[in-house]
């Protein structure tokens, strides 16, 4: 049965092949109003053979014996530690407030393989070469995307949300500050640990869907990191973003098929970025859900800070006039943060969302 989706969400297709203040600009306006975009892919930085590889492996994987994924459950010694390896069916709770169970779906968790790939089951192992080509594909877009929001350049900057006008494209951080590699040293991968996963996700059919029944497989949540590259398969749509009207807008997969042979990679600001913009960057709140028997796949790069990058305010005027005084508080409500707990670690904030997520211990 084909998903009935709700209205578009209308969530721009950028190119950023090549960078320009133009370009740099749009992709501020998307961040900091939908928190989402779609960024064209130039089948060179993620070459869509390796997409299509990936969602053949990912299938293999999630039709392999129970036995043989439960052997690298997530969080166990055999996986690697904490947040790597296979979830199982509602084995976690992305809205734990929202929910009497956890999530319809599997998943499997692969941290960066820096300075090595984590242990993997036998059928993944084998195609390490091309999970680690995509991971580092992955973490280049996130990159590129991070240097064109830190960008400078003297040009006149509107926020149709925040009703200011600014000198500056996109974050406009002062090259004294570190300019538009700001964010990217703090990623830097070689220079320390990260949280950053990447996520294959199996939706499989239930019976309410077979029995023509909508069901939620990904409750109501926000990402905890940076930037979130997502990659879904044609025909196999349900992502929703939660609009500011309480509705919710489906997000189709590839919004423009005439022109787009192969589908845009979706990106989403996650909350730490948020966070670390004061909220001037949204950290839109979103879901799963669709009906009929068709199982689901996606796969999701979660991109986050080295573990040790201290979440200080972005040295950026635009950011000290922009600053969501709301999203921001939700943000610290989020992480429990106290009155006076100003300062926190990239590794801190993840920590304080997995507790809640999987019920981690100190």
């Known amino acids: 049965m084909a998903h009935s989706e709700p209205s578009d969400a209308g969530i721009p297709v950028l190119d950023i092949s090549n960078a320009t203040a133009e370009r740099a600009r749009k992709v501020l306006d998307a961040a900091s109003t939908h928190g989402f975009l779609f ?18 492996l990912s299938r293999q994987f999630f ?30 709770a992305l809205d734990p407030d929202g929910q009497k169970q956890g999530d319809p779906k599997e998943a499997f968790n692969i941290a960066e393989p820096i ?23 992955c973490h280049t877009l996130c990159t590129n995307i991070l240097t064109l929001l830190g960008t400078s350049h003297p040009s006149i900057l509107t926020s149709p949300k925040k009703k200011l006008t600014q000198q500056g494209t996109a974050l406009s951080i002062p090259s004294s500050a570190g300019g538009s590699e700001w964010f990217t040293t703090r990623h830097d991968q070689s220079r320390g640990p990260s949280g950053t996963i990447f996520r294959l996700l199996y939706y499989p059919a239930t019976k309410q869907e077979r029995e023509g029944g909508e069901s939620i497989r990904a409750g109501a949540h926000s990402d905890y990191g940076s930037v979130t590259l997502l990659f879904r398969l044609p025909g196999q749509p349900g992502l929703e973003i939660l609009k500011e009207d309480g509705s919710w807008a489906a997000v189709p997969v590839n919004p423009n098929p005439e022109e787009l042979s192969d589908a845009p990679i979706l990106v989403n600001i996650g909350d730490l970025l948020s ?40 040295p950026s005027k635009t950011v000290e006039e922009s600053v969501d005084e709301g999203e921001l508080r939700r943000q610290r409500e989020r992480l429990g943060l106290g009155e006076h707990e100003k300062v926190i670690t990239a590794g801190e904030h993840l920590h304080r969302r997995l507790k809640v997520t999987y019920g981690l211990e100190e």
């Open 115 to 137: 300075p090595h790939l984590q242990p993997l089951p036998t059928l993944l192992s084998s195609q390490k070469q091309l999970i680690q080509r995509f991971q580092l594909s």
């Open 39 to 56: 960024i064209k892919n130039d089948g060179v930085t993620i070459p869509p053979k390796d997409i299509n590889d990936m969602f053949d």
């Open 275 to 314: 966070f670390w913009t004061s909220g001037m960057l949204k950290s839109t709140v979103h879901r799963v859900t669709f009906s009929g028997g068709e199982e689901r796949y996606s796969m999701a790069y979660f991109c986050h800070p080295l573990d040790d990058a201290m979440l200080e305010k972005v």
């Open 63 to 92: 039709q392999s014996p129970q036995e043989a994924k439960q052997e690298f459950a997530i969080g166990s010694e055999k996986a690697g530690g904490k947040n790597r390896g296979w979830v199982k069916m509602q084995g976690e």
